[in-house]
């Protein structure tokens, strides 16, 4: 019913750059937030980026001044600008919105399916 639609991982070279995108479509009164998790193999998710409808973002300590975060509140897509990316930064990415699913749902969240990020040396 509510889906995050995630494109733009793949393959890339230590200090190169991804652009990641995700779109949310479905039964969506109002979005709050969105943002990007990654999971690294052996390591617990952790936030990487958000963003709220208003505005206001977070980053990782280890992504500031290399990624950037950005929104289409009109189009509930949320992007992810990854530069001078770094082999430990090897991980699936996960697109995540908070959302307002109306009356009878209520507040509700939903994650995408995840995009694999592989940083060669």
């Known amino acids: 019913q509510v889906q995050l639609e995630e494109s733009g991982g793949g393959l890339v070279q230590a200090g190169g750059s991804l652009r990641l995108s995700c779109a949310a479509s479905g039964s969506i009164f109002s979005i709050n937030a969105m943002g990007w998790y990654r999971q690294a193999p052996g390591k617990q998710r952790e936030l990487v980026a958000h963003?709220?409808?208003?505005?206001?973002?977070n980053y990782a300590d280890s992504v500031k001044g290399r990624f950037t975060i950005s929104r289409d509140n009109a189009k509930n897509t949320v992007y992810l600008q990854m530069n001078s990316l770094k082999p430990e930064e090897t991980a699936v990415y996960y697109c995540?919105?908070?959302?307002?699913?109306?009356?009878?749902?209520?507040?509700?969240?939903?994650w995408g399916q995840g995009t694999l990020v592989t940083v060669s040396s």
């Open positions: 995540n919105a908070d959302y307002y699913g109306g009356v009878v749902r209520g507040y509700l969240e939903v």
């Open positions: 963003k709220t409808s208003g505005g206001s973002t």
